[in-house]
């Protein structure tokens, strides 16, 4: 595939060299009881400064802070640090005590696993207490200092990720400029979703390729590794040759066919699981979650009902069932992005209108169950990726789609390259503007180790880019 003109210039952005940082001395106090989200705060905008000592004495420098995270996981990611000189990028996670790593679950929990620090605000005594994750490595711990930070806590709370160096070029740069280096990204990130797409079908078969890649899409943005591996532990073929039993399989690897489930359930849920569980227990000793099979870790933490994995995973069975219509919608020669919609509306459950969940009571109205939002990821990451190196009128229609509404790392990204710009919001508003901050995200800020000093991008977007 020969990349677009525009796309093709994207690469020229990409060049990276991160010096590590120098280091200083800090200090350590007693603790009073304090307010946890306040000192998280304290600690973002800087208030502790950027040097210490770990409990072992080694001395850490923090380069960049990373992003504050206010759903799951550790409360700080993508830091990076320098430790007795080595530079580390990973998540920070800031405890009142030592023990409360063990007592909140983190050393048990995969989501922490890439702790690269764990800040303490006191110590109760009692010995040692060590920070380890799920695979047993050791956390370096820090205890900060209460008594050193200045400012006050009347301050408002810093923003959740702080603005980039290249915030001022941008702004310089004007509009069409910008529009113009988005569009170059968009279009690189495309190119790069179709070149993944082919090679998977190369390998397993057009077919099997965009029931991958819809899973994928119907995963966005928690569940997107769960309904990816659960397409492929269940191929298309085998759910289509198995018609009657394809249901109660993807409910069954999903792990969601548990008699804990089927007794808390109403009468209605219990009825429907009770159809599953007539197929699904022929299937259950060879495809059961569990050895030698790892189960799929569902992320529902900060997951609305109408996206809970289970109405995806109901929206995958229909997808299935309509496999012949939704596989010839799909041909790119005549691909047309209403019929899809329209095919999209006719998509049908008894069940599933009406329920977010297992757990969850039935609704007045029906919901779609492959709506507005769902339909514009697979329009993104499936359909125009695959039509767009032969087909012009496809990016048109690309950059026609809006941008989903609660995208957190999107906006992580449009704060740090646009905050205060006076376009953001004609910068930001359409799907192909967020995939492009994405892709400047993912090449630039998550690869940068020096909080902006060596990045390129500012002087590579304030060159003469495009004619
Ligand atoms: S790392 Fe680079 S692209 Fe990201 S905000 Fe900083 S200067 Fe901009």
């Given at each position: 595939m020969?990349?677009?003109?525009?796309?093709?210039?994207y690469?020229?952005?990409?060049a990276?060299?991160?010096?590590?940082?120098?280091?200083?001395e800090?200090?350590?106090?007693?603790?009073?009881?304090?307010d946890e989200l306040?000192?998280?705060?304290?600690?973002f905008?800087g208030?502790?400064?950027?040097?210490?000592?770990?409990t072992?004495?080694?001395?850490?420098?923090?380069?960049?802070?990373?992003?504050?995270n206010?759903?799951a996981?550790?409360?700080?990611?993508?830091?990076?640090?320098?430790?007795?000189g080595e530079t580390?990028?990973?998540s920070i996670?800031?405890?009142r005590?030592?023990?409360d790593?063990?007592?909140?679950?983190?050393?048990?929990?995969p989501?922490?696993?890439?702790?690269?620090?764990?800040?303490?605000?006191?110590?109760?005594?009692g010995?040692?207490?060590?920070?380890r994750?799920?695979q047993?490595l050791?956390?370096?711990?820090?205890?900060l200092?209460l008594?050193?930070p200045?400012?006050?806590?009347?301050?408002?709370?810093?923003?959740?990720?702080r603005p980039?160096?290249?915030?001022h070029?941008?702004?310089?740069?004007?509009?069409?400029?910008t529009i113009?280096?988005?569009?170059?990204?968009?279009r690189?990130?495309?190119?790069?979703?179709?070149?993944?797409?082919?090679?998977t079908a190369?390998?397993?078969?057009?077919?099997q390729?965009?029931f991958q890649?819809?899973?994928d899409?119907?995963?966005?943005?928690?569940?997107?590794?769960?309904?990816?591996v659960?397409?492929?532990?269940?191929?298309?073929?085998?759910?289509?040759?198995?018609?009657?039993?394809?249901?109660?399989l993807l409910f069954?690897v999903s792990?969601f066919l548990?008699?804990?489930?089927f007794?808390?359930?109403?009468?209605d849920?219990?009825?429907?699981l009770?159809?599953?569980?007539?197929?699904?227990?022929?299937y259950?000793?060879?495809?059961?979650?569990?050895?030698?099979?790892l189960?799929?870790?569902?992320n529902?933490?900060?997951?609305?009902?109408?996206?809970?994995?289970q109405?995806?995973?109901?929206?995958?069975?229909?997808?299935?069932?309509?496999w012949p219509?939704?596989?010839r919608?799909?041909?790119p020669d005549t691909f047309?992005e209403?019929?899809?919609?329209r095919?999209?509306?006719?998509?049908?459950?008894?069940y599933?209108d009406?329920?977010?969940?297992?757990?969850?009571p039935?609704s007045?109205k029906?919901?779609?169950?492959?709506g507005?939002?769902?339909l514009?990821e697979?329009?993104?990451?499936?359909?125009?990726?695959?039509?767009?190196?032969?087909h012009?009128?496809?990016w048109?229609?690309?950059?026609?789609l809006?941008a989903?509404i609660d995208?957190?790392k999107?906006?992580r990204a449009?704060l740090r390259?646009?905050s205060g710009h006076?376009?953001q919001?004609?910068?930001?508003?359409?799907?192909w503007q967020?995939?492009?901050?994405l892709?400047?995200y993912?090449?630039f800020?998550l690869?940068?180790?020096?909080?902006?000093?060596?990045?390129p991008?500012?002087?590579?977007?304030a060159?003469?880019?495009?004619?």
């Amino acid at each position: 595939m020969n990349p677009s003109p525009p796309a093709a210039r994207y690469p020229d952005f990409l060049a990276h060299h991160f010096p590590p940082a120098a280091l200083a001395e800090p200090s350590c106090a007693n603790s009073p009881e304090p307010d946890e989200l306040a000192w998280q705060s304290r600690w973002f905008a800087g208030d502790f400064g950027r040097n210490f000592l770990t409990t072992d004495g080694k001395p850490v420098a923090l380069i960049d802070f990373g992003w504050w995270n206010h759903g799951a996981g550790p409360d700080f990611r993508d830091c990076v640090l320098s430790l007795d000189g080595e530079t580390k990028r990973g998540s920070i996670e800031l405890d009142r005590d030592a023990r409360d790593w063990d007592h909140h679950g983190h050393s048990a929990n995969p989501a922490y696993r890439d702790t690269i620090l764990h800040l303490q605000l006191g110590h109760r005594s009692g010995g040692d207490w060590f920070t380890r994750t799920d695979q047993h490595l050791l956390v370096p711990q820090v205890r900060l200092d209460l008594a050193s930070p200045t400012g006050d806590f009347q301050n408002p709370p810093p923003a959740a990720a702080r603005p980039g160096r290249c915030l001022h070029v941008f702004r310089q740069l004007g509009f069409a400029k910008t529009i113009a280096i988005l569009e170059a990204a968009a279009r690189y990130r495309l190119e790069r979703k179709a070149a993944r797409l082919q090679r998977t079908a190369a390998i397993h078969g057009r077919d099997q390729m965009l029931f991958q890649a819809i899973a994928d899409a119907l995963g966005y943005s928690r569940n997107r590794l769960p309904l990816t591996v659960l397409a492929q532990r269940l191929p298309l073929k085998l759910l289509i040759n198995r018609p009657d039993d394809a249901a109660a399989l993807l409910f069954g690897v999903s792990g969601f066919l548990s008699g804990q489930t089927f007794d808390h359930a109403d009468r209605d849920t219990q009825r429907w699981l009770r159809t599953l569980w007539d197929q699904w227990w022929r299937y259950r000793d060879a495809y059961a979650p569990g050895l030698p099979r790892l189960p799929l870790h569902w992320n529902l933490t900060g997951t609305r009902p109408l996206n809970h994995p289970q109405r995806r995973v109901a929206t995958l069975h229909l997808l299935v069932k309509h496999w012949p219509t939704l596989r010839r919608l799909l041909q790119p020669d005549t691909f047309s992005e209403k019929a899809l919609r329209r095919f999209a509306a006719t998509l049908r459950h008894p069940y599933w209108d009406l329920h977010c969940t297992l757990q969850s009571p039935p609704s007045a109205k029906p919901r779609a169950l492959l709506g507005k939002n769902r339909l514009n990821e697979i329009l993104a990451n499936v359909c125009y990726p695959l039509l767009l190196p032969n087909h012009d009128a496809a990016w048109n229609a690309f950059r026609q789609l809006p941008a989903p509404i609660d995208n957190e790392k999107t906006r992580r990204a449009s704060l740090r390259l646009f905050s205060g710009h006076p376009d953001q919001a004609r910068l930001t508003s359409k799907l192909w503007q967020q995939q492009a901050l994405l892709q400047i995200y993912e090449d630039f800020c998550l690869a940068d180790n020096s909080a902006c000093a060596t990045c390129p991008m500012p002087e590579q977007a304030a060159a003469p880019l495009l004619p």
